[in-house]
């Protein structure tokens, strides 16, 4: 992500005629970024883009519909506001698009893994390739290609696919990371009894925060979400492992024909559950189905929310 | 009617009100022999079932879902069974992801009048299910030598095991 000065210069331009501004600013240390949110024009000082901002923005939109939002989106954030667009959750007239090319984001959770928790990170550079992380007086070099997010490896769309602003050229992406997780072509080897087994470990860890589903851009119902309603009580309040896997068998559902594939759900999970390989392979069946792809043409329609008389890809019930 | 050899296994039906259940009903009334496994829930429409009705039968210990409707084009709301057919195909193919056997859950669609039809899908299904065998439980009961340890444990004062 290049451009700092021109996006500085872009939002301060569309400032006067807006509510607020999303984009990310430095967290509590070097290694960390928090969204910002830009009122005044003294607030866009604070603005940084980079390999660090992996929030999704998009989330916020919902919230803020009636308000006249800016929001600096990568490619795969610029989906999702397209999906909520589709889906008429937010209006386009409301909202100015800043849209940047990514070369990818950061996964804290592998950097923690390879070199430990460092406490207070004081520097982070990012160099051709090599991220310099700085703790104490040591530092520690680490390739860029091994602790990106593994959304990045397969990331089809690095550019902002809808925006009002670009901030520079659009880029080609490269390509070679090692996952966090299983990969998609390992998990597939599976049989059902191991993959059945594999999924009830993973769900005997979630611990119910509800992380996943407030870090979703496409999680709309918020109080009404119900896997925390009494009527209809889906699901209890206790944690375990039959009820985290219903809580997240509802989510997957619930995104069906409708997830951009952002990585939210799993950046927010402090129990590191791979989640987005249920998004992943979801998408897949999508893609055959329906040959769909969420969140890429506003005027699309969400294969779910329509039909055909003659299904193109689903066979005849044969009894 | 005669009960399966062996032990019945819990299959769920979700019937739409308008043709599958009275189809059943059909089957019924002319005496059409049965498996006994197969207990259905009347919805109005296909177009009613949400998909996680049958995530949540097989949370709940179901051994196979059955979903049927009105054919295509018969639909009693027009085009309920549309949308249906989309959400239960892609619920299929999702199945095998979270490693329940795909064979294990069936979308058909039978007519009021279609009683021998009925009949077949019935019979198939609960030869299918009986030949998988019962699902796999996501909350596994305790065995008998785990509740004689917390036991112990208890009487001991140690507390239940996830405290020690």
């Known amino acids: 992500m290049t451009g700092l000065e021109e996006l500085k210069t872009k939002i301060l331009g569309a400032l006067p005629e807006l509510d607020v501004v999303i984009g990310w600013e430095q967290g509590y240390d070097a290694l960390n970024a928090t969204p910002l949110f830009i009122r005044k024009p003294e607030d866009v000082e604070r603005l940084i883009i980079g390999p660090l901002c992996a929030h999704n923005l998009a989330t916020y939109l919902p919230g803020l519909k009636d308000k006249k939002v800016g929001i600096v989106v990568k490619g795969c954030d610029s989906r999702a506001v397209i999906e909520l667009l589709q889906e008429k959750l937010i209006n386009k007239d409301n909202i100015t698009i800043f849209g940047l090319k990514c070369d990818g984001v950061v996964n804290l959770n592998k950097i923690r893994k390879k070199i430990g928790d460092l406490g207070q990170i004081r520097k982070v550079v990012f160099d051709s390739g090599i991220i310099t992380i700085t703790a104490g007086e040591t530092d520690h070099q680490l390739k860029f290609s091994e602790v990106r997010m593994d959304k990045c490896d397969t990331c089809k769309y690095p550019n902002a696919l809808l925006f009002d602003h670009f901030i520079g050229t659009p880029d080609d992406r490269q390509n070679g990371i090692e996952p966090e997780h299983i990969s998609d072509a390992e998990f597939e080897k599976m049989s059902l009894e191991d993959r059945f087994a594999f999924w009830k470990q993973e769900m005997s860890r979630c611990v119910r925060c509800y992380a996943c589903r407030n870090a979703c851009p496409m999680c709309v119902c918020r109080d009404h979400c119900v896997a925390v309603t009494r009527d209809p009580h889906w699901i209890s309040q206790e944690n375990d492992t039959a009820d985290n896997w219903m809580f997240q068998m509802i989510h997957v559902m619930h995104l069906t024909g409708r997830c951009v594939e952002c990585g939210e759900c799993e950046r927010a999970c402090p129990m590191d559950i791979p989640l987005m390989l249920l998004r992943r392979q979801m998408n897949k069946g999508v893609r055959d189905v329906f040959e769909y792809e969420a969140g890429i043409d506003p005027q699309g329609k969400p294969p779910l929310l329509t039909f055909k008389v003659e299904e193109d890809n689903i066979p005849e019930r044969e009894w | ?164």
């Open chain 2, 1 to 164: 009617m005669p009960v399966y050899d062996g032990k019945e296994l819990r299959i769920i039906g979700f019937l739409c009100n308008w043709c599958s259940y009275a189809g059943a009903d059909t089957a019924g009334v002319g005496r059409f022999q049965q498996p006994t496994d197969l207990r259905i829930i009347k919805v109005p429409c296909s177009g009613r079932i949400d998909p996680l009705f049958i995530l949540k039968a097989f949370q709940g210990g179901a051994d196979g879902v059955l979903v049927s409707g009105c054919h295509p084009r018969d639909c009693h709301y027009a085009e309920g069974n549309y949308y249906a057919r989309r959400r239960l195909e892609l619920l299929k193919r999702f199945l095998p992801v979270t490693g329940i056997d795909p064979d294990r859950f069936e979308y058909t669609w039978v007519s009021a009048s279609e009683a021998p039809r009925w009949q077949h899908v019935v019979q198939t299904f609960t030869d299918r299910i009986h030949k998988l065998g019962p699902s796999p439980l996501l909350a596994a009961p305790l065995t008998d030598a785990e509740m004689a340890k917390l036991q112990s444990q208890v009487e001991a004062g140690s507390g239940c095991g996830c405290h020690k």
